[in-house]
């Protein structure tokens, strides 16, 4: 190989090595930005999972108050048919 040979590989690998230091710093952004949405969507979710168990908690009385007032229907209709 000659010098101009020799310069002009040099030169090329170092535009090789430059472009892979770019493609590797956008490569790390990107990887950085998935990571923050991630975070972000796992922030959310905690959320809602409290806000649909503060919501369950806040409901279970309900199928307990529909059985009562169906047994006090039951013993008011009871009660009116026995003659009083």
């Given at each position: 190989m000659t010098t101009t040979e020799t310069e002009e590989v040099v030169l090329e690998l170092e535009r090789v090595r430059r472009s892979v230091d770019v493609?590797?710093?956008?490569?790390?952004?990107?990887?950085?930005?998935?990571?923050?949405?991630?975070?972000?969507?796992?922030?959310?979710?905690?959320?809602?999972?409290?806000?649909i168990e503060a919501l369950e908690r806040a409901r279970w009385p309900l199928p307990s108050l529909a059985a009562a007032t169906s047994c006090l229907a039951l013993a008011v209709t009871v009660w009116q048919t026995t003659g009083h």
């Open positions: 493609g590797f710093a956008t490569t790390r952004g990107d990887l950085a930005l998935l990571l923050q949405r991630v975070d972000q969507t796992d922030k959310a979710l905690d959320e809602h999972e409290a806000r």
